[in-house]
């Protein structure tokens, strides 16, 4: 079996496992009592921010495709169908989406590999900060969850910014150790277009090696995870769910990284994942698990509304100039 076969068959399984737990675990008595004290004034406010989330990612590629030619418009569409490859498809399908339409709108490869790797690792970085500070109230009194949890998110943060150092600040040692490793026999073949790839992928970073490029692109990720937190807290509160923000982040967090584990759609991951960080939080499973629900089928159709624009985008149906005369 093929190794995106056997990817896509534990993505599979895994989904499976997870949604047959979830729906063993949803009350029915608790959903109902949701669906009655919904406060569309609260949604409304969470769906705002989760706009502004797109609205940051779209200046986030900007300023890292410096020489791309695309418009905003054509990045939003990029960003909509990316987002929605993500949610949709076993990792990383998603990404290698985002790529495939990076190259249509005749984005290097190079470019747009090294903006997508710049991305996910602060994206990872600025969570595992997230968590951490959802995690403080906690930290007085260690379990073993929240160890390994704080374990991981140190990890997340320290993996990144580590490799941003070390690919922007020491491209040729960076160069010589995948030369290496591509040179044993096993490997050879793919020697001389690794080496290509690599030196390409290193001189796009290289491009974007300047200060005001990395603080803006830090901004604008503080912006859109704090926006998407933001937007997590009144989604909870539209459903009569009010916790303070700290555990918000914690299980918002968590339900990220438990993410990151090969699924399709979230569905069942995503909802374990909040309640295993509400659950630190002391909430109750019963509400923690149907709250997760509401927020992830909010945002689920967040995915699928930017999804969709994008489509229109890229087909000239939506934010079209009117050529007829």
């Not at 990220?256 to 909040?274: D, R």
Request: net charge positive; charged share 15%; aromatic share 12%.
């Amino acid at each position: 079996m093929k190794l995106k076969n056997k990817k896509n068959l534990i993505a599979i399984i895994t989904t499976l496992i997870f949604l047959i737990w979830l729906i063993k675990s949803i009350e029915k008595e608790t959903v109902i009592q949701l669906i009655n004290d919904v406060e569309p004034v609260w949604i409304a406010v969470g769906i705002g921010f989760y706009c502004l989330v797109y609205l940051a990612k779209v200046a986030r590629w900007k300023i890292l495709l410096p020489r791309s030619s695309s418009s905003l418009k054509e990045l939003l569409g990029i960003t909509g169908i990316h987002n929605l490859a993500v949610r949709a498809f076993p990792n990383p399908t998603g990404e290698l989406v985002f790529l495939h339409q990076a190259k249509r709108k005749n984005i290097p490869y190079s470019d747009s590999l090294a903006a997508l790797t710049i991305n996910r690792a602060l994206d990872f970085v600025i969570i595992g900060f997230f968590f951490l500070i959802g995690a403080t109230p906690f930290l007085a009194s260690l379990t073993k969850p929240i160890l390994l949890l704080l374990l991981a998110s140190i990890l997340f943060i320290s993996g990144g910014i580590g490799f941003i150092i070390f690919v922007s600040s020491t491209p040729k040692t960076a160069q010589k150790i995948i030369n290496k490793i591509f040179s044993s026999r096993m490997l050879a073949r793919f020697q001389k277009s690794v080496e290509q790839m690599t030196s390409q992928f290193l001189t796009a970073f290289g491009n974007l090696k300047n200060w005001t490029t990395y603080f803006k692109t830090v901004l604008l990720s503080c912006i859109i995870w704090l926006s998407m937190f933001v937007s997590y807290f009144f989604f909870l509160r539209g459903f009569a769910i009010e916790l303070d923000f700290k555990t918000i982040m914690l299980g918002g967090a968590v339900q990220i990284f438990a993410n990151t584990i090969p699924n399709i759609g979230g569905l069942g991951i995503m909802e374990a994942g909040w309640a295993a960080g509400l659950g630190i939080a002391g909430i109750e499973k019963s509400k923690a698990i149907a709250g997760a629900l509401a927020v992830d089928l909010m945002t689920l159709a967040g995915t699928i509304i930017f999804g969709l624009i994008g489509f229109l985008i890229q087909r000239g149906e939506f934010f079209a100039s009117d050529k007829i005369k």
